[in-house]
């Protein structure tokens, strides 16, 4: 499986960024696809997932409210749209997958994208 993603970039405090990324070499049925995202000297860190179905999604509390995943299965894409971003948003976003729910890709996601880079200034 590839993950490619794409559409990070710079924003004003309180603007908006929307992210996607696009899965290749196999159909993602059963995975979930979610984000995260890691700036300098720091971890890893989740940001938000959902399921195939659709019917489950998961968000870091840092990020409830302000941002929003989806998915189209027929594209095998995952979007994050971002909104009312924060200079603390600042990061490289990652695409990840991972077989089952949410909760276990939030854990130990299986397949990894490329980094993009968002940056918010104040």
């Known amino acids: 499986v590839q993950l490619q993603a794409y559409g990070g970039g710079l924003v004003q405090a309180g603007g908006s960024l929307r992210l996607s990324c696009a899965a290749s070499g196999r159909t993602l049925s059963y995975y979930a696809m979610g984000w995260f995202r890691q700036t300098p000297g720091k971890e890893r860190e989740f940001v938000a997932a959902?399921?195939?179905?659709?019917?489950?999604?998961l968000y870091a509390d840092s990020v409830k409210g302000r941002f929003i995943i989806s998915r189209n299965n027929a594209r095998n894409t995952v979007s994050l749209q971002m909104n009312d971003l924060k200079p603390e948003d600042t990061a490289v976003y990652y695409c990840a997958a991972a077989w089952g729910t949410p909760a276990l890709m939030s854990l130990k996601p299986e397949y990894w994208g490329q980094g993009t880079q968002v940056t918010v200034s104040s």
């Open positions: 959902r399921d195939y179905s659709g019917s489950s999604t």
